[in-house]
């Protein structure tokens, strides 16, 4: 009989890589993971990884057993739902992945009103940016995210089923009294002080490539994973920012403006595709889309 635990951390070494990331993300020591595959591969008589160089990958034979292992894990997951519930009311766990101006935004009202509907429903939730929260539902570490399909570092491929829930405009925010007139061109801010998000971030991205097309390379001041540190520091006057609209928290005494040249990223709920329906998960997505 094979073990499910096992079984999930070859499916996430399928999806993140190595495994020391899949230690970190169970948990476990790298030497553990190791040792649990390899009692794996004793189970199922099948050389399930191998060797190049000071990496290991998964054999064919490993890549389809990792790939039967997530459908036959969220199976599991359904079943034991199932047997929970009885009936129709949605019951267990549902893992909602958000990045940070959703979570308060769309995901914590969505629970809140959840939490009176359904009281044995649980919905976890993450703190994931686009690039954390593909991963994370391709290895089974979260039943749904909200993502963008705007942040091609992670592209959206045919293995996820997307929700749409809203889009966002993204505004240039300054420090309050600078307000200015009309939509804002961002030539105009050449020779300010920017606060942006950690490299390799969507925001950051984004930020970096919106200058760059308006002619200039900002001097970035401050880096922060935050955006409530990056609206304090703009609103002391230190910086501006270019951030999403929902994550323009109103305790905030900052001014927004448009972009002249509108950006505006399309904000959509996912999940994997062949994932069995549970009536948790479905009741959780329509809490999203039907938000206020």
């Known amino acids: 009989m094979l073990n499910p635990w096992r079984l999930s951390l070859l499916s996430r070494l399928d999806s993140l890589g190595t495994i020391r990331a899949v230690a970190s993300a169970s948990n476990l020591s790298p030497s553990s993971v190791s040792q649990q595959l390899a009692v794996l591969e004793a189970e199922t008589h099948t050389q399930l990884l191998e060797r190049t160089g000071r990496r290991v990958r998964l054999t064919p034979a490993g890549l389809v ?67 954390e929260s593909l991963p994370a539902l391709r290895a089974g570490d979260a039943d749904i995210i909200i993502t963008t399909t705007d ?81 304090q520091h703009v609103e002391a006057g230190l910086s501006i920012a270019l951030l999403p609209g ?15 040249v509108p950006v505006t990223r399309t904000i959509t709920a996912a999940v994997r595709r062949g994932s069995p329906q549970r009536a948790a998960v479905n009741v959780v997505l329509d809490a999203l889309r039907h938000h206020p």
Do not use: I
């Not at 101006?101 to 769309?106: G, M």
């Not at 992670?154 to 007139?181: E, H, I, K, M």
């Not at 490299?199 to 308006?214: D, V």
């Not at 929902?246 to 002249?260: H, I, K, N």
């Open 65 to 131: 057993l990792a790939r039967r292992a997530r459908a036959v894990l969220d199976h599991m997951e359904t079943v034991e739902a199932e047997l929970r519930s009885l009936g129709d009311e949605p019951v267990g766990r549902v893992r909602l992945g958000a990045f940070q101006s959703a979570v308060h935004s769309l995901a914590v009202p969505a629970v809140t009103r959840l939490a009176d509907a359904h009281p044995h429903l649980q919905v976890e939730l993450l703190d994931l940016e686009p690039h």
């Open 151 to 231: 942040f091609v570092e992670q592209p959206l491929g045919p293995d996820v089923d997307l929700v749409p829930l809203t889009t966002d405009p993204v505004v240039l925010v300054l420090p309050p009294g600078r307000a200015g007139r009309g939509p804002a061109d961002l030539a105009a801010y050449a020779g300010e002080a920017w606060a942006f998000e950690k490299p390799q971030s969507y925001m950051a991205n984004l930020a970096t490539r919106l200058c760059r097309e308006s002619g200039f390379e900002p001097r970035v001041v401050c880096r922060f994973s935050n955006y409530l540190l990056t609206l």
């Open 246 to 260: 929902l994550a323009v928290d109103p305790r905030y005494r900052v001014t927004t403006r448009e972009l002249a």
